[in-house]
């Protein structure tokens, strides 16, 4: 079996997440290999706390996991975790504006946040593939293409799971984009599937079971 665990970014996005939980969670990342953790933003300072020494990856989220805040309040979110030394930053895109093909609103503000990060610091944009129709999701990523992000995220997994489909969809039309996998992603075989389907990463709290899997 294929070892896919520098795929997984070890996930623990709940509201009732603790300090205790946080220290556990990098302490599996280290254990099995994980690429790194993403964790909210509040907790972005105790991840890097423990994952000090080690080639763990901490990576937050802004707009989380609806979208619809206001893009002040995104970049915000952002400018914080990266000044608290964040790696890397998941953005929920706003699925509304999509839906009402306010698609140079949602470039610009993706753009913008970008810029606003700094160079090394990977940008990756949450589009919500189970909220979307086929053609949504190809002008979604082609958005993100377009805006400089450095990954198209399929899912948050609050409201509904990835297909193996959706990945294969934008690896076709759009070869050259990074895809973070993730929205109910819990055993090897489907994280497999997405990385054969053209996933660059994975985003699963299931990272444990999946690699014990392996």
């Known amino acids: 079996m294929k070892n896919i665990a520098h795929f997984i970014e070890h996930t623990l996005l709940k509201p009732d997440t603790t300090d205790k939980d946080i220290k556990k969670l990098v302490n599996e990342a280290k254990k099995y290999g994980f690429y790194g953790v993403c964790v909210n933003p509040s907790r972005v300072k105790s991840a890097l706390e423990y994952a000090k020494g080690s080639k763990i990856k901490v990576c937050s989220v802004c707009g989380f996991p609806l979208g619809a805040h206001t893009f002040s309040t995104k970049l915000l979110e952002a400018t914080e975790a990266v000044n608290t030394g964040a790696d890397e930053i998941d953005m929920v895109m706003d699925t509304g504006l999509l839906k009402e093909k306010e698609y140079d609103k949602i470039l610009t503000e993706i753009s913008i946040l970008k810029n606003m990060l700094k160079k090394k610091i990977i940008l990756k944009v949450i589009i919500e593939t189970p909220l979307l129709t086929k053609d949504e999701k190809i002008t979604a ?15 948050t997994g609050f409201y509904g799971h990835t297909k193996i489909s959706d990945v294969e969809l934008i690896r076709k039309a759009f070869p050259e984009l990074k895809i973070k996998a993730a929205g109910g992603i819990r055993t090897y075989e489907k994280a497999l599937k997405m990385i054969e389907a053209g996933a660059s990463r994975i985003g699963t709290s299931s990272g444990i079971k999946i ?3 392996d």
């Not at 990523?141 to 899912?155: H, L, N, P, Q």
């Open 141 to 155: 990523s082609k958005i993100v293409i377009d805006a400089g992000a450095d990954f198209v995220k399929t899912a």
């Open 211 to 213: 690699v014990k899997a």
